[in-house]
Each structure stands twice: as C-alpha cells, then as structure tokens.
C-alpha cells in the first residue's frame, strides 16, 4: 500500500537499527581489529585535542530506506570551550536536504527573525548572515549585505561566534560543511540554535564552558549521535517546489497500524494514516 502526500511529512514510526555485521576470524583478524581501533582512538584523540568537534545535521535512515531521513542535529547537545571549533556536516541521504545553523539569540523562532520563505526566498535567511543586533521578521535582507546561496565549495566558514544578536549560515546541502569557531572571548553560558528550515525538529544547545573545563570527547558525541539517529522517527525530507529537489513523496507501510504524521514547518498540518 502507497500513500503519496503532497507536504513535507514527519511519520512518527520507529527507526530500525542494521543487522549486526561483525566478521568472524581467528587471532588475525582479532589482532587487525585491534590494531585499527587503535588507530582509531588515536585518530580521535588528536581531533579532540585540537578542539573541533563534529555535529551531524539531518541524517539518513537505515540503509535501503533511501527515501527517508531524519531531521535533527546530532548529537543535540555540545560542550566548546571559547577557542574551539564545531563542525556541521549536512547528512542527508539519497534525498537531498539543505538545511541551514542558526545560532544567538536571534535563533527565537517565530519572535525575532525573519520567516525563511516570504514572497521567495529571504536572502537574510538563505545566504550567511551574521548581525550583532537581531533582525525583525520583516527583515528580508542581512544588515551586513546579502550573501549568494547556496554557497559554492565544501565548507561555510562562519566567523567565530560570540553571542552576535543574528548568526546564520544561509542553507547549505549534502557533502557541505559549516565551520563555527567558539570566539575566544565567548561567556560561559548556554546558546540555542536551529535549522532555519526545520525549526519544529531541528533545534540545539551549545554550552560553552571555561577554559580548562572538562568537555565531552568526539566518541562520546559519536555515540550519543547514533542512539538519537537510531530513535528518531522517519522523515520524508522537504520537497514541493524549486528549489527543493522533489515535489512528491511515497512511502510503503511494512505493517498494519495507526500512524500519525505531521509537517514539521506547518505543525498545523496534520493527520493519520490508518492502514489494515
């Protein structure tokens, strides 16, 4: 049985985790297993040291399930210490999604910036935009002058973050990364930021720390990412017009059931899908 729904879809199933795949082998393989993780943890204690951590934003589902996702930011809650530098990594998968990282206290949805789609495409909301005052929501264009979107090569450098009154990177899409550098003057407190475009599930605090304080490890954030990634419901991705990539959306139901859906962008737009 299909069902074709012509909206962005947030189906509240639950997401499967993959067969367990270890090989068997003797003390070879046993001695090779040990020596890569080995490397491994060394790999990852090196990049803790040098203060970057790294955020998955979105996700793809299971593998076979390539058109589903997940939208969130994984893991959804970081430590930094002023001076470090987290990276956001677009994880979508066979459906692309741009999303976007908004931070500061311009991130109040709803109360202090602009929607993303108004008569258009806002430039403050789809090109980086970084103001130290917020905008209104009828702030179409950045204070700062408009940037072009997407943007062009693998990696959005930001400028360090300091609690700017707006801090935006514009969307970016698969394979790109957003680099926020911690600024080395940044307070201690807890900071709040979204995905412009999938406010409604995409939402994270960063907690920045003192120097000196103890922070989590990449692994730790590794681990906490696919727990979440593994729990979270299935997602049909954005699609309708350009630039969206889609603009309709199938999905098979393995099981009889009672299966409520929602739009994370219009939670108005809601309904259940029974099916026998």
Not at 100 to 111: K, N
Not at 113 to 122: D, F, K, L, T
Request: net charge negative; hydrophobic share 40%.
């Amino acid at each position: 049985m299909k069902l074709r729904i012509i909206a962005a879809l947030l189906l509240l199933v639950p997401a499967c985790s993959g067969a367990d795949d270890t090989p068997a082998g003797g003390e070879g393989a046993a001695s090779g297993a040990a020596a890569e993780a080995t490397e491994s943890e060394a790999a990852v204690a090196a990049e803790d040291a040098e203060g970057t951590f790294t955020i998955v934003s979105g996700a793809a589902a299971d593998e076979g399930d390539t058109d589903i996702g997940v939208f969130d930011f994984y893991p959804s809650e970081v430590q930094a210490r002023p001076g470090e530098t987290l990276r956001f990594e677009n994880g979508s998968g066979a459906i692309p999604v741009p999303h976007t990282v908004t931070l500061g206290t311009g991130a109040d949805v709803g109360t202090q910036i602009p929607p993303p789609v108004a008569e258009g495409q806002v430039p403050a909301v789809w090109g980086t935009c970084v103001s130290e005052g917020p905008l209104a929501p009828d702030d179409a264009d950045c204070p700062n002058g408009n940037a072009g979107y997407p943007p062009e090569g693998d990696t959005v450098g930001m400028e360090p973050f300091a609690d700017q009154g707006f801090y935006n990177s514009g969307i970016f899409e698969p394979g790109q990364t957003v680099v926020v550098p911690i600024a080395d003057d940044a307070a201690p407190g807890m900071y709040s930021f979204v995905c412009y475009l999938h406010p409604a599930t995409m939402e994270m605090t960063v907690e920045v720390v003192a120097e000196g304080e103890t922070v989590q490890t990449q692994s730790d954030l590794d681990a906490t990412a696919q727990e979440a990634i593994e729990a979270d419901p299935a997602i049909s991705g954005v699609f309708g017009g350009p630039p969206f990539p889609s603009t309709t959306y199938a999905l098979r139901f393995p099981q009889p059931g009672r299966y409520a859906y929602l739009c994370p962008i219009d939670p108005g737009m809601a309904g259940v899908v029974n099916v026998e």
